[in-house]
């Protein structure tokens, strides 16, 4: 329910505003940048809908039958889209659907709504496959919604990040998206709306919720021990300080041996932990987000990253992020970035 919410009490009230009005859009969009808190926003508004006795301001009154089911988030007029991957589990591409892994985003989204989509592949266990979504999911979301209400009011679909729908499957949901059967709801949660096509865009009321201040971001992502990339970004670090070279092809070869997707998130971090460094300079606590494990790194590392070369140590790390994602030879890439380590580290 709203209480789940970090913040955005302007973006909320809008939303209120609307349901007061009676002219919530039968089809919403959520956009802003990452960590902002839109699913959580999505998934409240979603639950407010569907009560039975709202409150005089709008609000859900949280008592009702349906409250209490969409809280759970096994109300059944409350519905899930988003991005999967078919892995090794799902044989039949009829089954590509969002309901297969319904149990895994109940537990994840019930966990915090404020998680993204690095975190939902490790649920789902994905290495190197890409989250999208499947044609079937479209035949999927018709087929639910052309049901009557089970509760007899309103019906709500979220769909999570709708910019990973390929052209054939969005173009068979334009039609539902400009004209869905009464009473029914779309609520989309979108980071990268460029992203989309301009006739899903051109069917939908933008919203655009804004970042969250630093003190409302730390509570909502609080910092997480990550052991084995904090142990590798050591590795980098020392070895390339260090100028040993044989430990760096091995370390190098490690990494190619991870995934895809698990070499994006390590070099992803690196950019979020050379970050945190740079500002440890500044010796101000309040400009950290990081681990315990992470701070105690820092205070014997952190004076190595200085003006003159923590923009391009950024740049290095993000030109390995793109090569990675382009399916440029791991082992030439993380080598490569450890070369340029070496130099960059000594300015």
């Known amino acids: 329910m709203k209480d789940a919410i970090i913040g955005q009490e302007a973006t909320w009230q809008r939303l209120m505003s609307d349901l007061q009005a009676e002219r919530v859009p039968h089809a919403l969009m959520l956009t802003g940048p990452k960590g902002s808190g839109k699913l959580a926003l999505a998934v409240a508004f979603a639950q407010t809908l569907l009560c039975q006795n709202p409150k005089a301001d709008g609000e859900a009154c949280g008592v009702c039958n349906s409250c209490r089911m969409a809280e759970g988030l096994v109300h059944p007029d409350l519905h899930f889209a988003f991005p999967i991957i078919k892995g090794k589990k799902i044989k039949d591409n009829k089954d590509a659907i969002s309901d297969f892994y319904i149990a895994d985003w109940r537990k994840r989204l019930l966990q915090s709504p404020y998680f993204d989509l690095n975190d939902w592949l490790s649920d789902m266990k994905a290495e190197n496959s890409q989250a999208t979504y499947y044609v079937a999911e479209a035949d999927n979301i018709q087929r639910k919604l052309a049901l009557k209400s089970n509760q007899g009011g309103r019906k709500v679909m979220v769909v999570w990040l709708p910019e990973k729908m390929n052209s054939e499957t969005a173009n068979k949901l334009l039609k539902l998206f400009e004209e869905p059967p009464g009473m029914t709801h779309f609520i989309m949660v979108c980071e990268e709306p460029d992203l989309l096509l301009p006739t899903i865009l051109s069917r939908m009321q933008c919203i655009n919720v804004p970042p969250l201040s630093p003190e409302e971001f730390r509570k909502a992502h609080p910092p997480r021990e990550n052991t084995d990339a904090l142990e590798l970004f050591v590795m980098l670090m020392r070895f390339a300080y260090q100028r040993k070279l044989k430990d760096l092809r ?47 790194f820092a205070k014997n590392f952190a004076r190595f990253i200085n003006e003159k070369n923590v923009i391009p140590i950024m740049e290095e790390l993000g030109r390995a992020e793109t090569d990675i994602a382009q399916n440029v030879n791991s082992k030439m890439v993380f080598f490569d970035l450890a070369l340029q380590i070496i130099i960059l580290l000594k300015q």
């Open 250 to 296: 091995e370390w190098a070869n490690h990494l190619a041996g991870l995934g895809r997707e698990n070499q994006k998130q390590f070099l992803a971090y690196c950019q979020y932990l050379l970050r945190e460094n740079f500002a440890y300079n500044f010796r101000k606590s309040e400009l950290n987000q990081m681990t315990v494990s992470e701070t105690a």
